[in-house]
């Protein structure tokens, strides 16, 4: 925007907000890796899986969504630790991903707010993301999750198992999504409206 000319001083960032949560499922109780969201190959589930078919069974990813991708991908990739749900209302979304030990966020493209990163925080579950377009913004890396490339991620996931400090992960989620709650933003928002009025 700057680029283009518009006065800096008349830009006000305020991001979304994100409906209250349930009270986070015990971290003791969290269990696998989740995967939400389209299945196109701009979402990077196609490098997901090339690293889930080489890791032990223990690691076990549930992925979430359908799309152009969903046949090829359950052909090419069904086995005992991956586990495909399809489309789920999100009702039955939130309730996957507050029972996972952590989100995947591997998107190869640019993201804008983001929003299964702040609803997965928001149960107490950390994300593992790319550190591509707005991600930086919400992932704190080894405090409410991790940030990577492409080339290290197959190594941070197994870094992720058993971490040591997971109930410290999954707190600073909480956390962080607390500054995006309704009730937040909307007092963000207000502020901006006086400041506009006051000039």
């Known amino acids: 925007m700057i680029d283009l000319g518009v006065d800096k001083n008349k ?3 305020k991001p979304n907000s994100v409906q209250s949560f349930d009270r986070p499922i015990e971290y003791k109780n969290k269990n696998g890796y ?3 969201g389209r299945l196109e190959e701009s979402k990077g589930i196609i490098e997901l899986l090339k690293i889930w078919k080489g890791l032990e069974n223990k690691f076990v990813l549930t992925i979430v969504g359908s799309g152009e991708l969903e046949v090829r991908l359950k ?5 005992n630790n991956i ?3 399809g489309k789920c209302s999100r009702k039955e979304t939130m309730k996957y991903i507050a029972k996972s030990c952590y989100l995947v966020q ?3 493209l640019y993201e804008t707010f983001g929003l299964t990163i702040i609803e997965a925080m928001g149960e107490g579950v950390p994300v593992i993301g790319l550190n591509v377009g707005t991600r930086v913004d919400f992932i704190k890396n080894g405090e409410n999750g991790f940030l990577t490339n492409l080339i290290d991620l197959s190594e941070i996931i197994k870094r992720s198992y058993q971490y040591k400090k997971y109930d410290y992960l999954c707190k600073n ?11 937040t933003i909307t007092s963000k928002q207000l502020l901006i409206y006086e400041s506009i009025i006051s000039k």
């Open 34 to 36: 989740i995967f939400v």
């Open 106 to 108: 591997p998107s190869l």
């Open 11 to 13: 830009i006000f960032l």
């Open 173 to 183: 989620a909480v956390k962080t999504s607390l500054d995006y709650k309704g009730d």
């Open 83 to 85: 586990i495909f749900k």
């Open 75 to 79: 052909n090419d990739y069904q086995q």
